[in-house]
């Protein structure tokens, strides 16, 4: 493959070099005014996370309702904003566990596009954890669980999940809390791509973990290059709530080498402080978005060891309001989603900060606000599609009326596709497709301190080759060593150094 002279090359550059709208900025080729809302029928309809397909299409997940209960809702949108027919002929659907109140709170794609919900189930006197898996047309996967549907319990109260995780290996993570007879603890499952426990994990698939004597909850679980999996929440001392961090080796015992013993609990002030959403970083560090009774906390970041890293914002965290979800872009700046009160109701807030912890400015001032009408309007999740656009999605109210709500926004960051002779100093990657080992060649002006991850297209690091070296001016090659258990799919490799970015698309 080295012979050929030509190679496919995603530039990352900034917005003005490319377009005069200001990052931020709604996205007018999105239903024309950057925003949707879809109606499953009469009642509260409840978007609640958002997960994007590697052609960009877009997956909302959460609630509809029908009749006097509520049940797992689905919806798929084409890049333009308008619904998918080719996703259940209307590009909605309504997924029922039993003849009560079924909600679903988290969405993943796997990287066969089959999609993964995660909720909670109502087994006639509690709930239970539950997942649905659908084929890539919307029908439920029969190979998953007989009829694509699997419920889990705990205890004999209240289990619900509450977010889901895919592995490198396919086998899936759903985080949440349980019942234990008093109060509630952070509760994990993990399953085989059949539906089934894994038993590998724990014993029978099932871990509780317990901060104190009062009631645990976890909220969003994340899963980090070396597949240990991390879990925020919030943890009750017995006066108020603090932010909870659970970090679990890959056989689900705890991390001894976090906090000590797995486990950590941070108060950024008086009042109640709580996690919504975890996400990882290139080099490890960890994001938490979140809340605090007085706005204290919004956004935390922690080292890998679970102390809180005071390059971060000064103190570890930043304030502001609630913040649901949190993404990372590829040139390393955070996306938080949430919503905030304006006048006498509630819309759509979403912020970028640099790495340091500071507002972007470059994004309309770092945070912006986008109102669908006189309800209440809350962002629950964001996600970055394969051309770099900012997808947040979440609920939109008008009286007793719900609606799936999505908004797009420009970042500021613009992916083209171009052609170059060899004879340029841009990267080479072959072979490309790649089976399970390839090699890098790319050329530096000078001195760099250069990174090299690989990324699939939900832009989640998947592997680390180089973190923060020091490399010399002249050639370099890289070798590419695939895992085995990598699916087969489109992926990004990023060779990143303060001065800039190259992002190489590969297929496996």
């Not at 012979?3 to 496919?8: D, E, G």
């Not at 009774?293 to 679970?306: Q, V």
């Not at 807030?349 to 500071?358: E, W």
Request: without cysteine; hydrophobic residues 35%; proline residues 3%.
């Amino acid at each position: 493959m080295k012979h050929l002279n030509q190679i496919l090359i995603v530039f990352l550059l900034a917005t003005g070099a490319t377009t005069t709208a200001q990052p931020g900025t709604l996205d007018n080729t999105f239903n024309f005014d950057g925003k949707v809302t879809t109606d499953f029928g009469p009642g509260a309809d409840d978007g609640r996370s958002v997960a994007i397909q590697s052609d960009g299409k877009i997956v909302v997940a959460g609630s509809g309702s029908v009749g006097t209960t509520r049940d797992f809702a689905l919806a798929r949108y084409y890049t333009d904003g308008t619904l998918d027919n080719s996703f259940s002929g209307d590009g909605k659907i309504i997924t029922d566990f039993s003849t009560d109140n079924d909600e679903g709170q988290s969405v993943a794609i796997q990287p066969d596009g089959k999609i993964v919900v995660a909720g909670y189930a109502q087994n006639g006197t509690n709930r239970d954890f539950a997942i649905a898996r659908y084929n890539t047309d919307g029908s439920l996967d029969n190979s998953f669980s007989v009829d694509g549907r699997v419920t889990t319990d705990f205890s004999t109260g209240n289990d619900e999940g509450q977010s889901v995780a895919i592995q490198p290996d396919g086998k899936i993570v759903v985080a949440g809390y349980a019942q234990n007879g008093t109060n509630r603890d952070f509760a994990i499952a993990r399953y085989n791509t059949d539906g089934s426990l894994d038993n590998s994990y724990s014993g029978d698939g099932k871990v509780t973990t317990a901060f104190g004597a009062y009631w645990d909850s976890g909220s969003s679980v994340a899963i980090q290059l070396d597949e240990k999996i991390v879990v925020t929440g919030e943890t009750a001392n017995g006066v108020d709530l603090d932010l909870a961090m659970a970090r679990y080796n890959a056989d689900g015992s705890l991390d001894s080498s976090f906090s000590g013993d797995g486990k950590v609990t941070t108060a950024f002030g008086t009042g109640d402080d709580y996690g919504r959403s975890v996400a990882i970083q290139p080099d490890g560090k960890i994001l938490v978005a979140g809340g605090s009774s007085y706005g204290t906390f919004g956004l935390a970041r922690y080292n890998t060891n679970g102390t809180l890293d005071n390059s971060f914002g000064g103190v570890g965290f930043v304030g502001g309001v609630t913040r649901y979800s949190a993404a990372i872009q590829l040139d390393g700046k955070i996306l938080v989603a949430g919503s905030s009160n304006i006048g006498t109701s509630d819309a759509f807030n979403i912020a970028r900060y640099n790495t340091d912890g500071t507002l972007d400015n470059s994004f309309l001032g770092g945070i912006v606000i986008a109102d669908f009408g006189t309800g209440n309007d809350r962002g629950y999740s964001v996600a970055i599609q394969p051309n770099l656009r900012i997808v947040v999605a979440g609920a939109s109210y008008i009286g007793t009326n719900g609606y799936f709500a999505v908004v797009r926004y420009l970042s500021g960051l613009y992916v083209g596709v171009v052609e170059f002779s060899l004879s340029n100093n841009a990267p080479l990657i072959y072979p490309n497709p790649i089976d399970a080992h390839a090699t890098l060649e790319y050329t530096l002006q000078s001195d760099e301190t250069i990174s090299i991850h690989l990324f699939d297209m939900q832009g989640r690091t998947v592997q680390t080759f180089i973190e923060r070296q020091v490399q010399p001016a002249g050639e370099h090659r890289q070798s590419i060593d695939l895992p085995d258990a990598l699916p087969s799919g489109t992926y990004l490799i990023t060779i990143s150094s303060p001065n800039g970015k190259f992002t190489v698309q590969v297929v496996k």
